[in-house]
């Protein structure tokens, strides 16, 4: 299985302009991310897509793959779309250009379901809660699944209602594994109405009758950088873990 995975990454953001170039340990931001999708063993080739020629320059910069798209993309996976349609692969892997913090094995397992004799069109992933705050948190979107472990609703609202611990209660971790012809489908389809309300695109595929499968991961602890507050956040749990693992340089800062 050729499985490529594609980083979206985009300079305008209205809670944090710039963010795929903010400094993180002493690199950017999208490098964090770019060095985790390689670390997968199941990924064949990695590539930010940008439409943005100083994200594509920082990129080249640490030697990575970068395409530049068409800057009229209203979502990254329409930007991964287009990237699909220009290069071979079975599966297209979306890897959030914000999650500096994504666990290879996560990625790992979304397409270990997908590596199947009938793959599912759509794999996500999720993991428990870790309590009432998230459980409240608009921020952390909420993901119902069926008995098959297929995607029931996704929101930012408090679901499953009077959730009070168990394992009903998971949080959507934001990479998807699609199936190259379901992905050009779903970038093809308007935008539904609940994924309008929402503001999460991963329900115009239910809204469109696209299954999406759901793997359950333990221990995540992956954070999204939405802010600099986020990503001062991520650096201090970061260096907290380089000491934990006795590394004595801050990494990505050369000379420390």
Excluded at 121 to 148: F, N
Excluded at 210 to 227: A, H, K, L, P, Q
């Amino acid at each position: 299985m050729n499985s490529v995975a594609v980083i979206p990454a985009r300079f305008a953001s209205t809670r944090f302009p710039g963010k795929p170039l903010a400094l993180l340990m002493g690199k950017p931001l999208v490098e964090h991310v770019y060095e985790r999708a390689l670390a997968c063993t199941a990924i064949s080739r990695v590539i930010v897509a940008t439409d943005d020629k100083r994200i594509f320059a920082a990129v080249r910069g640490f030697g990575g793959d970068c395409m530049m798209t068409s800057p009229d993309h209203r979502s990254g996976s329409d930007r991964l779309g287009e990237v699909a349609g220009n290069i071979d692969a079975d599966v297209i892997v979306n890897i959030q250009g914000d999650e500096p913090m994504i666990a290879p094995e996560v990625i790992g397992a979304v397409l270990e379901a997908m590596d199947t004799e009938a793959p599912p069109p759509i794999v996500t992933a999720a993991a428990p809660l870790s309590g009432p705050e998230e459980y409240h948190d608009p921020d952390v979107v909420k993901v119902l699944v069926d008995v098959q472990g297929k995607a029931l609703y996704f929101s930012r609202s408090p679901i499953p209602y009077g959730w009070t611990g168990g394992d009903s209660g998971l949080k959507h971790i934001g990479i998807y594994a699609y199936q190259k012809d379901a992905l050009l489908d779903f970038v093809s389809l308007p935008m539904g109405k609940l994924e309008c309300l929402e503001g999460l695109e991963q329900l115009r595929a239910l809204e469109n009758g696209m299954g999406i499968d759901v793997v359950r991961v333990e221990g995540f602890t992956g954070i999204g950088v939405d802010s600099p507050e986020d990503l001062k956040r991520v650096e201090r749990i970061m260096m907290e873990m380089a000491k934990e693992a006795g590394n004595t340089r801050t990494p990505g800062r050369e000379g420390a």
